[in-house]
């Protein structure tokens, strides 16, 4: 199996996010921005959602009672599909792109991120890229046996307790490792968790956030594109050698 092209008929992912965090002109026009993008967007993400942000600052004199002051700035625009699964957010530090289950393959979704970028690169004008970030969440139900799950079946890397000399059973784990890939200068967010078991199987999260770091103006998409390839391929090369293969069958890889 191709380890940068891992594909799976069945991929557990519910939910895929590509973030592109950017400094932006201090100039930006707000209301023109979200005219713009809606109309560009319209015939493809019909719902708008809007955010804001807001700030509390208490002051105090050392005298009279503290004083509370609440400030509000626009946050997230955010371009939704009628059916609520994909949206594209054009936020006050960034670019995101999101999509939730059923998730294809990164393939799928490229020219579509590289339309919405380039819409909101032309729109915003970000002067500075700081991060570009691939990340996948995995939700995998791993069936038990007689209500009980044998770990390394699954996991190569599989949770356990310290030899007490007591009739310990684990019952649920929380696992996090952050690294870095010295060539590439990539980084990865691992975090391994599971949920209550139901309906004779155990839920484990598999949340892989592969993310690079930089200071540079924005690049064309094709070298944009190289970073992101990157990302995918350590991302993939974490998920392949985080499960074992039974645990990977049971998502018929496509060969």
Known sequence: MNESSLQLAKAPIIEAVLDIDCDLPLSVDQELLEKSARDALRDRYPKLRKQSIQEHVWTHNGIDAPEMQMMERPGALQFLTED?????QFRPNGFSFNRLAPYGSLDDYLPEIESAWRLFEELAQPVMIRKVGLRMINRMLLPLSDGKLVFSDFLQVAPSLPATGLKLGLVGFLE??????E???NRV?????SEAAASGSLPVILDID??????IPPPEWPVLLARIESLRNLKNRVFQHTLTAQCLNLFSPVV
């Open 84 to 88: 609520e699964r994909q949206l594209v």
């Open 176 to 181: 996090q490792h952050l690294a870095i890939d």
């Open 183 to 185: 060539e590439s200068l």
């Open 189 to 193: 967010n691992i975090v391994k968790t």
């Open 210 to 215: 592969a993310f690079h770091p930089c200071d």
